[in-house]
């Protein structure tokens, strides 16, 4: 998993409340298994009409924000079904960080195993990034997830919390197998000594 230390971006703002995971990454893009590739087909239903073609008015679409790596978001992102295929589709477009005043238990925990962080912020904070990120192209935010701040591009500073295990795993890149390979030492002279115990095993 890569690494998430200081990450600055151009933010997009997405006011909407109740954004479900199907609506992140609709379930006919549900068949793989793979990380990669989903990017493409990230809010599809909102980004493309039924032909295919990008719908100008949807924020991703707009010149400013295609290459976004951070989103402002409505109250109970990510919510509905819990498909790790939401994070994976959202990080293989390119957005590292979601900043919201709530997010759904499943996808909140599925963003941090995936390199992404979410960030929970009162409300009145999260108007003024959201205000921030209608700039387009200047809505230019630093995160820095070791002094646990945001700095908006006026240079305004917003603190917010992180519980401290998944900031170490996300400052260090460790997902569910990177935190077990850490054992790796105790782990094999574990499997050494059962050996030994037990060679008919």
């Known amino acids: 998993m890569e690494k998430f230390t200081k990450l600055t971006g151009i933010a997009a703002p997405m006011p909407l ?11 006919q893009f549900l068949k793989t298994i793979k990380r990669s590739g989903l990017g493409v087909n990230l809010f599809d239903e909102m ?6 073609n990008e719908i100008p008015d949807f924020v991703l679409n707009k010149p400013a924000y295609r290459e976004a790596q951070i989103l402002v978001a409505g109250d109970n992102f990510g919510c509905g079904s819990s498909r790790e295929h939401a994070p994976w589709a959202l990080l293989d477009f390119g957005i590292r960080c979601v900043i919201s005043t709530s997010f759904a238990d499943i996808f909140y ?20 990034l959201m205000d921030d990120a209608e700039r387009g192209a200047n809505a230019v935010v630093t995160v820095d997830l070791e002094s646990q701040t ?8 917003i603190n917010f919390e992180v519980d401290a295990f998944r900031k170490h ?3 260090n890149g460790l997902d569910d197998i990177g935190l077990t390979l850490e054992k790796s030492a105790s782990i094999e002279a574990f499997e050494a000594q059962a050996e030994q115990a037990r060679p008919w095993v």
């Open 169 to 171: 795993c996300l400052l």
């Open 109 to 128: 925990n599925n963003c941090f195993k995936n390199g992404i962080l979410p960030i929970v912020l009162p409300q009145e904070q999260v108007d003024m």
């Open 47 to 52: 980004r493309f009409d039924d032909d295919g």
């Open 17 to 27: 409340i109740n954004v479900d995971t199907d609506m992140i990454i609709p379930k």
């Open 150 to 157: 945001i700095t908006g591009p006026d240079g305004g500073e």
